[in-house]
């Protein structure tokens, strides 16, 4: 779709989407994977009020998150673009958060109750392979 101007209007509502949350569509520093949503809205309650959570929010360096792949950690660079390498304990997802994400895409997109954050990371994000094996907060 195209507006007068001859700008294609769904990447501009894209680009505006991706200016309100931290969907970066950069390659993880560790693995290489893509990280086409760092998802941020499933780290758990507690740590969402931390300044490592709002540095990544808002594209800066100061906190650390893992990579739903690798689980490596990974923050912001300065440019506010690049994911980088981080030495910061970092935030990690939360399984009970993830686990009811992943059903209420299911049931909603798939018309399934038994849908996996896996599933749901391959089919809702594009991140074929996230979350396997990983290692949630509340693991020990
Ligand atoms: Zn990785």
Redesign the pocket.
């Known amino acids: 779709m195209y507006n007068a101007m001859g700008l294609c209007v769904s990447k501009i509502v894209e680009k505006k989407a991706r200016m309100a949350t931290p969907w970066p569509d950069k390659p993880?520093?560790?693995?290489?994977?893509t990280i086409t949503d760092l998802v941020m809205e499933m780290v758990p309650d507690p740590d969402q009020s931390t300044s490592e959570y709002a540095a990544i929010v808002n594209r800066k360096p100061g906190g650390a998150v893992t990579?739903p792949?690798?689980?490596?950690a990974?923050e912001y660079a300065a440019n506010g673009d690049d994911l980088v390498q981080s030495t910061k304990e970092p935030l990690r997802y939360s399984r009970p958060k993830t686990e009811e994400r992943a059903r209420r895409y299911g049931e909603v997109f798939l018309n399934r109750h038994d849908v996996t954050p896996e599933e749901w990371a391959g089919h809702d994000k594009g991140m074929v392979g996230a979350f396997k094996g990983y290692r949630y907060a509340e693991d020990p």
């Open positions: 993880c520093p560790h693995c290489g994977e990579c792949y690798c689980e490596g990974m």
